[in-house]
């Protein structure tokens, strides 16, 4: 079965970093895009960025370059999302994606709870 | 960036009954559009892409039509499950790729 299996949801003060996973099952990791998509609460979605796990090429959307940080681990079929420093504003649920132009399976996304 | 507005924000329902989702594109897109279903708590689903070809597993009952800048999502028959969110993105101009805001379809 294609899957992309995300990590546990995660509750961090502002200004703490974080960096959350998602792992690809069922089919070859390195021939398919990843991106990253965000939603915040009772918001619709916005496309943050994709990479190529191959040689982890990545492209963000302007609105996160320079926000967040996406690598990959292709020997773990792995891609992250990172951030250096959490703010207020990045509490969402953050969805992975195979993307082929369109997103055609999705992991069951993280929650991202930022308090102090 | 290429907007995509979805209208209505809200369209009310009854079982049985046809609904038609519209998306709007800000610029030509061609066919590059898809349609995905979210019902609470769970992720986007994908319905269509190329703007008519229905995702593997997806009913007869959805349907996409449109080309250019007009767009639409058409889904007969309602069945109590379709009752959801629905979104539309479009892959021709990127980066960034874009989503309309969504419409939530829910029972009259």
């Known amino acids: 079965e294609v899957q992309l299996m995300q990590s546990e949801a995660e509750v961090k003060k502002p200004g703490e970093s974080l960096k959350i996973s998602c792992k690809g099952s069922g089919f070859t990791f390195t021939n398919y895009w990843i991106a990253w998509v965000r939603q915040r609460p009772g918001k619709g979605l916005e496309w943050m960025g994709i990479i190529y796990p191959r040689d982890s090429d990545t492209r963000y959307s302007p609105s996160f370059q320079g926000q967040v940080i996406i690598s990959a681990d292709k020997s773990i079929s792995t891609v992250y999302l990172q951030w250096r420093s959490l703010k207020a504003s990045d509490i969402a649920i953050y969805y992975c994606?195979?993307?082929?132009?369109?997103?055609?399976?999705w992991g069951k996304g993280t929650t991202v709870t930022v308090s102090s | 960036e290429t907007v995509l507005t979805q209208s209505p924000a809200t369209l009310s329902v009854s079982p049985g009954e046809r609904a038609t989702l519209s998306c709007r594109a800000s610029?030509?897109?061609?066919?590059?559009l898809a349609w995905y279903q979210q019902k609470p708590g769970q992720a986007p689903r994908l319905l269509i892409y190329g703007a008519s070809t229905r995702a593997t597993g997806i009913p007869a009952r959805f349907s996409g039509s449109g080309s250019g800048t007009e767009f639409t999502l058409t889904i007969t028959s309602l069945q109590s499950e379709d009752f959801a969110v629905y979104f539309c993105?479009?892959?021709?101009?990127?980066?960034?790729?874009?989503f309309g805001q969504g419409t939530k379809l829910e029972i009259k």
């Open positions: 994606a195979r993307q082929v132009y369109y997103m055609d399976v």
């Open positions: 993105q479009q892959y021709n101009h990127w980066p960034p790729y874009t």
């Open positions: 610029q030509s897109i061609g066919s590059s």
